[in-house]
């Protein structure tokens, strides 16, 4: 059984290093067995976050009753869930499992990047969603005229553009810096925070800077998102039925969950980048807003609403009543080849 370096001797190895060209990732653990028990959970939440996404894209893809605003924005948020645990999970997954800690400095840019992409473009495409409910629960009348298809398209692609050109203004700053403090990165990714704590030129302070532009952009899609939600249960607060309360909960509460999840562990862990402290809290924290909204978000929007599980069970009949047709067909097939010859 090979055994690993300490993180300190790690550092200390890596730390007269000129020129970075890979870091070495510190995982949860250095004890074999406890890599093969992080490996087997990751798998298992890996899994489970892309059958569940996948079943939300196919199942608004396939019936025609959910292409609506609301359902066309879960989808995009269902591709983004499974591009963001994409990102950073398999890698985890790979190291544990072959015992190695390195990610080349071009897997590290790429990995930032699309990290950065992911995770920005789900807040920003919450805030949209929360819009979403806004209009349809307040201003009902609006609506459809508000929300037409063509002013999805546009909200939809101008996040996606949006999140991408500031993705690389962030990559390119971050990569910009000189990092003579080692390549050891405490984390399970190449998380931004942590790479700061490995810089050695001024440079560092244009990303703590644009770190600290990120998080005013999230607290203010935040504070959308609470005015938004606000308005909102005035509004239902307002429904003399209790079943159209009931339905305007089940459909705002579930959003309202993820976000301040996201919102909460995110903010968390980049509000203080270039801390030199290390602990497993960041490791939990990481977790908590890399990877378990992408788990989170189709069990919440699936289990709490309707219209979501009657066109899975629809799916799953109409899939099982074609299996049963072929079953009946092909014999039937046989048996007249058998006949005509």
């Known amino acids: 059984m090979t055994s ?35 490996f087997t959970m990751f798998l298992v939440i890996y899994l489970a976050a892309l059958m569940g996404n996948l079943l939300i894209i196919i199942v608004v893809v396939l019936n025609h009753h959910l292409h609506t605003p609301m359902y066309f924005f879960l989808m995009n948020l269902s591709i ?6 994409s990102v950073t999970v398999p890698k985890s997954m790979a190291n544990s499992l072959m015992n190695i800690r390195s990610i080349s400095y071009s897997g590290c840019v790429a990995q930032v990047f699309l ?17 979403d409910r806004y209009v349809a629960i307040c201003q009902p009348l609006h609506y459809e005229r508000v929300m037409n298809r063509r002013a999805c398209v546009q909200m939809a692609a101008g ?26 990165v405490d984390q399970f990714f190449c998380e931004i925070p942590q790479l700061l704590k490995l810089a050695c030129s001024d ?40 079943g159209g309360q009931h339905k305007a909960f089940s459909t705002c509460l579930p959003h309202l969950t993820v976000v301040s999840l996201f919102f909460c562990t995110a903010t968390f862990a980049y509000s ?16 908590l807003y890399s990877v378990l909204p992408a788990v989170m978000n189709p069990i919440i929007y699936s289990m709490r609403n309707k219209e979501i599980k009657a066109a899975l069970r629809k ?13 009946i067909f092909f014999p039937l097939v046989v048996i007249s080849f058998h006949v005509s010859v």
């Open 4 to 38: 690993t370096p300490s993180h300190d001797v790690l550092r200390k190895k890596m730390s007269n290093q000129t020129t970075v060209t890979e870091f070495l990732l510190l995982g949860f653990s250095d004890v074999r067995e406890l890599q093969i028990l992080h």
């Open 80 to 85: 983004l869930d499974i591009g963001s645990i």
């Open 115 to 131: 990290f950065v992409f992911f995770v920005s473009a789900d807040l920003v495409l919450l805030t949209v969603m929360a819009y």
């Open 203 to 242: 440079l560092y302070l244009s990303e703590t800077g644009a770190i600290a532009f990120s998080v005013c952009l999230g607290l203010s899609c935040f504070v959308f998102i609470i005015v938004s939600y606000v308005q909102i249960f005035k509004t239902v607060l307002r429904i003399p039925s209790e």
């Open 159 to 184: 996040v996606w553009i949006s999140v991408f050109l500031y993705s690389v203004l962030h990559t390119g700053i971050t990569f910009a810096i000189s990092f003579c403090g080692g390549n050891v």
């Open 272 to 287: 203080n980048p270039t801390s030199s402290s290390t602990s497993g809290l960041d490791l939990v924290v990481a977790v």
């Open 315 to 327: 799916l799953i009949a109409l899939r099982t009543f074609t299996r049963n047709k072929l079953s």
